[in-house]
């Protein structure tokens, strides 16, 4: 079992949807990435948290600590948000980031 | 804005040869990544340096890869040879010192090609 894990895996909406990316981790971590990557791009930042919920335009992620789980929501969805979504924790105590597979996204216009 | 800076940002290459991709990270960013991408799969790390020190290496094939950051600011990643099995993007990402998490920052990524 993968120490990061999300779901779906890919996922296809219609352009205004809301739509939901999920996180499960299993080990402690000091801080929680979403991540951004376009086809043939590098990857981009999004939300560094480690606690509650942070709102950026449209985007919008939250963690539970408790729980170890983490979701990426995106309001109102554009074609332009199509991309792999990439979840990474950073271990406690370390410098070492543990990646997930990511969820692909296509929105339709 | 400050960047990552990487070159080349694509190489096609015959296996056998060697291959070499660099990397500047942002001023001040004492934390250097590099990670292996496999299409359809997560960033795996390569080797992490702080400073010019090497932290982890553990999953670097050190036969063929070797990284240095000779003077703790940008860095070089080698492959000799390359084999078919490296065609991959090769991913650089900085980020500042201290086990406080900080923002973690990626370079456009070199996408190398092995035939």
């Known amino acids: 079992k993968n120490e990061v894990e999300q779901s779906p895996q890919n996922l296809t909406a219609q352009e205004g949807e809301f739509i939901t990316i999920n996180c499960s981790y299993s080990v402690g971590i000091s801080a929680l990435h979403w991540l951004q990557q376009h086809p043939g791009g590098g990857i981009v930042s999004l939300f560094m948290l480690s606690s509650g919920k942070k709102k950026h335009g449209r985007l919008i992620a939250t963690i539970n600590i408790q729980e170890k789980h983490s979701s990426l929501h995106i309001t109102a969805s554009h074609p332009r948000d199509s991309a792999v979504y990439i979840c990474?924790?950073?271990?406690?105590?370390?410098?070492?980031?543990?990646f997930g597979t990511g969820t692909r996204l296509k929105v339709l216009a | 804005e400050a960047e990552v800076a990487q070159s080349p940002r694509y190489k096609i290459t015959e296996k056998s040869q060697a291959v070499a991709f660099w990397c500047d990270p942002i001023?001040?960013?004492?934390?250097l990544y590099w990670y292996r991408q496999i299409l359809g799969q997560g960033p795996e790390l390569l080797v992490q340096f702080q400073d010019e020190s090497v932290v982890d290496d553990s999953q670097l094939p050190k036969d063929r890869f070797s990284a240095e950051r000779l003077k703790g600011v940008d860095s070089t990643l080698k492959i000799q040879p390359a084999e078919l099995g490296d065609s991959a993007m090769y991913l650089c990402?900085?980020?500042?010192?201290?086990?406080?998490?900080?923002?973690?920052?990626f370079g456009e990524g070199s996408r190398l090609t092995v035939l």
């Open positions: 990402a900085s980020s500042y010192a201290g086990l406080a998490a900080g923002e973690l920052f």
């Open positions: 990474a924790v950073r271990r406690s105590g370390t410098y070492k980031y543990i």
């Open positions: 001023s001040g960013h004492a934390t």
